[in-house]
C-alpha cells in the first residue's frame, strides 16, 4: 500500500510538477570550499605566468617603437655618435646563418627522425638516442659555441659564418628530431601495411606515404628550431666576429652581422642613441619569433591522423 502523504509530498514539490529535479549544493560545505580555492590558485597560477610575458612585449613594444621608421628596414647601422641608421644589414645576416644552418638541420633531423620511427625497432640503441636527443635539447646554447669554437674555428684558424651556421644548427637538431619522431608514431600503422601491401617497399612506406602524413608537425618542429636559432646569441660570440656591413654572402667570412648580436653589442654600451637601436632590433626579433610561432601554429590545423 503506497503512503499517501509520501506521494502528496513528491506531487506538491516543484521539481516534481515540471518534470525536473533540482540538486541543492551547499556552497560551505568543505568540497565546494576546496573546489574554489583551487580554481582562484589556477587562476592566479595563469596570471602569474601572463604577467611577466605580456610585461616584456609591453616593454620591448614601448622602448623599441621609437626608432621604428622606414629607414630600420633600408639602412646600416650606425656607429657611436651617429643618430641615424637601421638594422637591415643584421636582419639579412640573420637570415643568411639560420636559412644555412636550417639547410644543414632539417635533412639529418628527418632522417634521424625516420631512422628512430620506421626503422629502429625498441632495441637498446634506439632508447639511448632518444635519451640523448632529449639531453641535447636541454644544453645551454653557450656548449654548442664552445663546440663550434673547437671544432671548426680553432682548426680553421679564423671565424667564419659556416661556423657560426653549424653552432646553430647543433641548437636546432634535438627540436627537430623530437618533433619528427613523434609525427611519424602517430601516423597509423594501418597506412603502413596498406602501404606494404600493394607492392611498396619499406623505404618508399616511409618516404612517400608516412612522411607527407606527418609534414604539418614535421613544419612545426623545424619552424620551432627556426626561431630559437634566430634569437641565440651565445653561439654566435664564439663563431663570427660582428660587423655593421651587409653581409658578404661568402660562408667562409669571418664577420656577420646579426639581429642577436646587434642587441648585444649596442645594449651593453653607454651611448643612449645606440641603446635605442637594440631596444628596436629587439622588438624586430620578437616579431620575427612571433611570425614563426603563428606560422608552426597554423601549421598544426590541417586535419591529422
Same mark, same amino acid.
Given at each position: 500500500m503506497s503512503n499517501p502523504s509520501k506521494n502528496q509530498n513528491y506531487s506538491e514539490s516543484p521539481g516534481y510538477r515540471t518534470g525536473k529535479i533540482s540538486l541543492i549544493r551547499n556552497s560551505k560545505s568543505p568540497r565546494n570550499i576546496f573546489e574554489l580555492v583551487m580554481t582562484g590558485l589556477s587562476v592566479s597560477c595563469i596570471a602569474i605566468t601572463l604577467i611577466p610575458l605580456f610585461a616584456v612585449l609591453f616593454?620591448?613594444?614601448?622602448? /623599441?617603437? @621609437?626608432? &621604428?621608421n622606414l629607414d630600420l628596414f633600408t639602412k646600416l647601422p650606425p656607429v657611436a655618435g651617429q643618430t641615424t641608421g637601421g638594422i637591415a644589414s643584421a636582419i639579412l645576416g640573420t637570415i643568411q646563418v639560420v636559412s644555412i644552418a636550417t639547410l644543414i638541420a632539417v635533412p639529418f633531423g628527418i632522417l634521424a627522425a625516420i631512422f &628512430?620511427?620506421?626503422?629502429g625497432g625498441n632495441g637498446q640503441v634506439v632508447r639511448w638516442i632518444r635519451f640523448i636527443t632529449n639531453v641535447l635539447s636541454g644544453v645551454p646554447s653557450i656548449i654548442a659555441g664552445v663546440f663550434a669554437y673547437s671544432l671548426i674555428v680553432l682548426k680553421m684558424g679564423t671565424f667564419s659564418v659556416l661556423a657560426g651556421a653549424i653552432s646553430l644548427s647543433v641548437l636546432m637538431l634535438p627540436t627537430i628530431i623530437r618533433t619528427t619522431d613523434e609525427a611519424l608514431q602517430i601516423v597509423p600503422q594501418e597506412i603502413r601495411w596498406a602501404s606494404v601491401g600493394v607492392g611498396a617497399s619499406n623505404y618508399q612506406t616511409a618516404l612517400q606515404v608516412v612522411l607527407p602524413a606527418a609534414l604539418p608537425?614535421? &613544419? %612545426? /618542429?623545424? %619552424?620551432? /628550431?627556426? @626561431?630559437? $636559432? $634566430? /634569437?641565440? %646569441? $651565445?653561439?654566435? &660570440?664564439?663563431?663570427?666576429v660582428y660587423t655593421n656591413n651587409w653581409p658578404s654572402g661568402n660562408l667562409l667570412s669571418p664577420t656577420l652581422p646579426s639581429l642577436a648580436y646587434l642587441v648585444f653589442e649596442f645594449a651593453r654600451g653607454f651611448d643612449k642613441v645606440l641603446q635605442e637601436f637594440a631596444w628596436a632590433a629587439s622588438l624586430v626579433l620578437v616579431i620575427l619569433v612571433l611570425l614563426t610561432s603563428?606560422?608552426?601554429?597554423?601549421a598544426t590545423r590541417q586535419k591529422q591522423f
Open positions: 616593454y620591448v613594444l614601448v622602448k /623599441g617603437s @621609437a626608432r &621604428l &628512430l620511427s620506421e626503422f608537425a614535421i &613544419l %612545426t /618542429g623545424v %619552424t620551432l /628550431g627556426v @626561431a630559437r $636559432a $634566430a /634569437g641565440e %646569441t $651565445a653561439p654566435l &660570440l664564439f663563431t663570427v603563428v606560422i608552426a601554429r597554423f
